[in-house]
């Protein structure tokens, strides 16, 4: 805090004094740092409110000699409308104030758009807990066409969830699954039915290079991670070398220092890491260039473009160039037709993934896949 902690503490108090001066029509509580909850009786007096708070907040705020004009979001729950029940408010007000600070607004009103998203997520909170609590949790594997050995010995796994008798897939729950935190658990369900699956692989005496599974940010905030993937990974008596794990560039936006110690750690444990999604989000060259990536993985969207405009052309190109030319290996994701086979081919990708070849599959289709498949032309021999 920009003033310390004592003069932070004295704007908090400077606010609530101001709240509790101008609420006599209603109620003013603190609920926790620096959130308050505004109680109004009616909406004429609310609407005069809200104006007068606005223009107190343009003024500054003194505390302690120090002069402040305090940064502020207001949400907006008209009562019973939306929720009777205090608890209800409450989750409905946290989620009015996201919107306001994700549409960069000083004030957010709920709206029945809102509370069906709200009731909607929640929905998704409830299945994602029975699903980790039940083990509703389904792993399918996605191969992947290595160019040099003209073969798949390498797959994705992918996470589903199937619940109510219908498959669901990652893009429904995944998003609600990281704000909850509840992704934690189920990378970890699905990271001990990938060593499962490896283990049952090994004794059909099929032979693969190696299984990623996807691990979400969250996990590097967790300072024993690095230690509980390496007990898990012993417990199942697996080669560690099969064992990849998918990352993508956010992971470097907070402590990277931490991050690559752990990831350098796994490494040395013969773990290989892949970068997903390359070219989507921000693309920290440096951090990804210091790190010997298994693989980095060219998000599907760069491919679609290079195979259909120049622009996009020019930029595969360059991204494909420039990690070829650090020796880097690359895999292409996300590939559908003929001829962005033939482009990533000829611009140097070691690895090719997308529905060309095959779809995600489950388990026991993927054995079969791999039985009738393993050895394959680059271009599919089907047409
Ligand atoms: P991702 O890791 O980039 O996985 C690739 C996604 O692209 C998969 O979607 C896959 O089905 C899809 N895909 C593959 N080939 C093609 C293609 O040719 N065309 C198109 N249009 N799509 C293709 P899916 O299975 O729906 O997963 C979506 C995302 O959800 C994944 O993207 C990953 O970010 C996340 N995810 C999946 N499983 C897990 C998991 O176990 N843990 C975590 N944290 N995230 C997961
Ligand atoms: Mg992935
Ligand atoms: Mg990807």
Not at 197 to 214: Q, T, V, Y
Not at 287 to 296: E, R
Request: glycine share 6%; proline share 3%.
């Amino acid at each position: 805090m920009r003033y310390g902690q004592d003069n932070g503490d004295q704007f908090l108090r400077s606010i609530g004094n101001y709240f509790k001066s101008i609420f006599q029509l209603g109620e003013v509580y603190r609920y926790g740092g620096d959130k308050y909850v505004l109680m109004l009786k009616n909406n004429d007096n609310a609407k005069m409110m809200i104006k007068e708070v606005c223009n107190r907040f343009e003024k500054p705020f003194v505390a302690n000699g120090f002069e402040c004009v305090i940064p502020y979001h207001m949400g907006i729950v008209e009562y019973p409308k939306y929720a009777t029940k205090s608890e209800d408010i409450l989750v409905i007000l946290e989620e009015v104030i996201k919107k306001a600070k994700s549409n960069g607004e000083l004030i957010a009103y709920c709206d029945d758009v809102l509370v069906s998203r709200i009731k909607e997520k929640h929905h998704i909170i409830d299945i994602l807990m029975k699903s980790i609590e039940n083990d509703y949790v389904e792993v399918f594997y996605q191969p992947i066409y290595s160019i040099e050995k003209k073969g798949f010995y390498n797959a994705e796994a992918l996470v589903r969830i199937r619940y109510d008798g219908k498959l669901i897939s990652p893009g429904d729950f995944i998003p609600v699954a990281e704000e909850t935190g509840l992704v934690i658990d189920l990378d970890m369900i699905v990271f001990s039915k990938v060593l499962l699956f490896l283990k049952k692989l090994e004794n059909l005496g099929i032979e693969i290079d190696g299984i990623s599974s996807n691990f979400t940010p969250l996990h590097f905030n967790n300072p024993h991670f690095a230690d509980d993937i390496l007990n898990m990974v012993k417990t199942f008596n697996i080669d560690p070398h099969k064992i990849k794990m998918e990352i993508t560039e956010s992971i470097f936006i907070t402590n990277p220092r931490e991050v690559e110690r752990d990831i350098r750690r796994l490494m040395e444990y013969g773990i290989r890491f892949y970068l997903d999604d390359f070219g989507t989000g921000y693309s920290n060259w440096a951090s990804i260039l210091n790190l010997p990536f298994d693989f980095i993985k060219i998000d599907r969207s760069l491919v679609v473009n290079g195979d259909n405009n120049n622009n996009g052309l020019v930029i595969l190109k360059a991204v494909m160039g420039a990690l070829n030319a650090n020796g880097q290996e690359i895999l292409t994701e996300g590939i559908e037709t003929d001829s962005q086979v033939d482009l990533v081919h000829d611009l140097g990708a070691k690895f090719v993934q997308g529905f060309y070849y095959s779809k995600p599959l489950p388990q026991e289709n993927f054995i079969e896949f791999l039985k009738n498949n393993q050895q394959m032309e680059l271009h599919k021999a089907v047409e």
